[in-house]
């Protein structure tokens, strides 16, 4: 099963950008911590990150005839990328969004997602966890198709 890791803008900077929200794990660190969980095992993960918009929507819809899942942080372009949104939901494939910290108690503006409609499931505020557990939900659910 192949499952694209994706994360959006500035998570590139994990670990050195607020780690009071978004804790000292580096990127590095994070994709480490999902290669070796036992969930991980067997999977062909592919990650991927990328400060730019468009180079996201090419990355997934590259992948879209052979990808089985994705797991996706937007980033900043969970609250306003219709363009992000329609390439998920053309792209056909099981998305799950996820968010290090809590979105929905942060700012007013965090709490709206473009991008929950087209996903099976958002998980926020479980840190590094919500990776792991996007990856249970995307084997759980394409075990049923």
Sequence with gaps: MKVLIINGPNLNLLGEREP?????????????????????????????????????????????????????????????????????????????EVHISDVHAREDFRKVSVVTDVCIEQISGRGRQGYIDGINVLKRVISKS
Excluded: M, W
């Excluded at 036992?38 to 990650?47: C, T, V």
């Excluded at 879209?64 to 994705?70: D, P």
């Design 20 to 96: 009071e929200i978004y804790g000292s794990d580096t990127l590095e660190d994070l994709n480490q911590f999902i290669v070796s969980h036992k969930e991980a095992k067997g999977l062909d993960l592919h990650f991927y990150q990328s400060n730019h918009e468009g180079a996201i929507i090419d990355f997934l819809q590259g992948h879209r005839k052979s990808a089985s899942g994705v797991v996706i942080n937007p980033g900043g372009l969970t609250h306003y990328s219709i363009a992000l949104r329609d390439a998920i939901s053309g792209c056909q494939i099981p998305t799950v």
